[in-house]
């Protein structure tokens, strides 16, 4: 993962949301993809992924 979407682009409000539903939807496909590899068992090549990203997004329930 390599920062938020539309980080280091101009904001506005119309975009703002954009961006926020874009990241949230980087997140969800993250997390999806990260329990179908702990499903075949890529647990130690996981390990460091997850994380960064409970110390990115520590208040993510699924996380």
């Not at 506005?12 to 702990?38: I, P």
Request: net charge negative; hydrophobic share 40%; proline share 5%.
């Amino acid at each position: 993962m390599e920062g938020a979407a539309g980080e280091g682009l101009p904001c506005g409000t119309t975009l703002d949301n954009r961006w926020a539903s874009l990241e949230e939807q980087r997140l969800q496909v993250f997390e999806e993809l990260a329990q179908a590899r702990l499903v075949v068992g890529e647990h130690a090549g996981l390990l460091p992924e997850l994380r960064r990203h409970l110390a990115a997004h520590p208040l993510r329930k699924r996380a």
